[in-house]
């Protein structure tokens, strides 16, 4: 017998996904300048300590990560493009 319960939809679940670059910050090379922070306050915050720690992966455009990573004094944050797995900074 046929139902007469209308067709459930899917659930969409939707990934907020801003660019393709991944960053990661090296623990020991941060000196703790904040300038990942005052460029990408979304992305980069300090912890207690003072090191950069990444809140989160999405909060800025592939643009503002990579600027923000060229900031660093210390050349301790790494952009990955996750698409092709190239690192794009350092060079
Ligand atoms: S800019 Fe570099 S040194 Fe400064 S807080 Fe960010 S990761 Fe650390």
């Known amino acids: 017998m046929p139902s007469t319960q209308p067709k459930k939809k ?3 679940v939707q990934t907020k996904q801003i ?5 990661e910050v090296i623990n020991e090379k941060c000196i ?3 300038s990942c922070v005052a460029i990408a306050p979304k992305v980069f915050d300090l912890d207690e300590e003072g ?6 992966q999405d909060g800025e455009d592939d643009e503002t990560k990579l600027l923000a990573a060229q900031s ?9 493009d996750t698409e092709t ?7």
Do not use: D, F, H, N
């Open 10 to 12: 899917p659930a969409v």
């Open 19 to 23: 660019g393709k670059y991944k960053v």
């Open 32 to 34: 703790s300048a904040a």
């Open 51 to 56: 090191i950069a720690i990444i809140l989160s």
């Open 72 to 80: 660093c004094p210390t050349a301790a944050i790494i952009v990955t």
């Open 85 to 91: 797995g190239e690192q794009v900074w350092p060079r």
